[in-house]
């Protein structure tokens, strides 16, 4: 079964840092681009950061995050992260790990985590 | 920035409704539009990929049309799970943008 599990979301001080990770398993992980999608509580969704799939990765992060989050990928471990810093109310969220695929001329996500969450205390 | 809208942001229907939700985008995306269904305390499920391409494992009521700046979801008889959240999402730029939201509710 193709599979996305997001972990290590908890409560943390604002400023404080955490890192985020999501297993992959059920598909050949070093072959596709990830991605980090957030969801506010009652709010919508926010893509958050992109890495691809390439050796020498290409990443990309949201104006809101850029600076103060770091993408990274494990390929021997299946494994996707996200190191959260500086970290602020406004970082409170379901935080989702998504796989990406291509088709008909164009990209979208077709395999989501159930999600991590992690709250920021003041 | 590539800004979606979408329309509306709340829709009250019965089940065997047709429902059709849509989405703007500020300049030309082509066709990179995606749609996506989140049921409650759920991970988004992707519906349509590339404006009118259904996913794999999608029930054939759910349909999406469009291009250039203006597409839309049609689902064509609601089905009790399809009272969620449906979302559209651009992937023309390297930086995704995902349009506010229409949450769908039983009248």
Do not use: H
């Not at chain 1, 985020?20 to 681009?33: D, K, P, R, V």
């Amino acid at each position: 079964e193709v599979q996305l599990v997001e972990s290590g979301g908890g409560l943390v001080q604002r400023g404080g840092s955490l890192r985020l990770s999501c297993e992959a398993s059920g598909f050949t992980f070093s072959t596709f681009s990830l991605n980090w999608v957030r969801q506010a509580p009652g709010k919508g969704l926010e893509w958050i950061s992109y890495i691809s799939s390439s050796r020498r990765s290409t990443i990309y992060y949201a104006d809101s995050v850029k600076g103060r989050f770091t993408i990274s990928r494990d390929n021997a471990k299946n494994s996707l992260y996200l190191e959260l810093s500086s970290l602020r109310d406004e970082d409170s969220a379901v935080y989702y790990c998504a796989r990406e695929v291509f088709g008909s001329g164009t990209y979208a996500m077709d395999v989501w985590g159930p999600g991590t969450t992690v709250s920021v205390s003041s | 920035d590539i800004q979606m809208t979408q329309s509306p942001s709340s829709l009250s229907a019965s089940i065997g409704d047709r429902v059709t939700i849509t989405c703007r985008a500020n300049q030309s995306i082509s066709s990179s539009l995606n749609w996506y269904r989140q049921k409650p305390g759920k991970a988004p499920e992707l519906l349509i990929y590339a404006a009118s391409n259904l996913q794999s494992g999608v029930p054939s009521r759910f349909s999406g049309s469009g291009s250039g700046t203006d597409f839309s979801l049609t689902i064509s008889s609601l089905q009790p799970e399809d009272f969620a959240g449906y979302y559209c999402q651009e992937s023309y730029s390297p930086r995704y943008t995902f349009g506010q939201g229409t949450n769908l509710e039983i009248k």
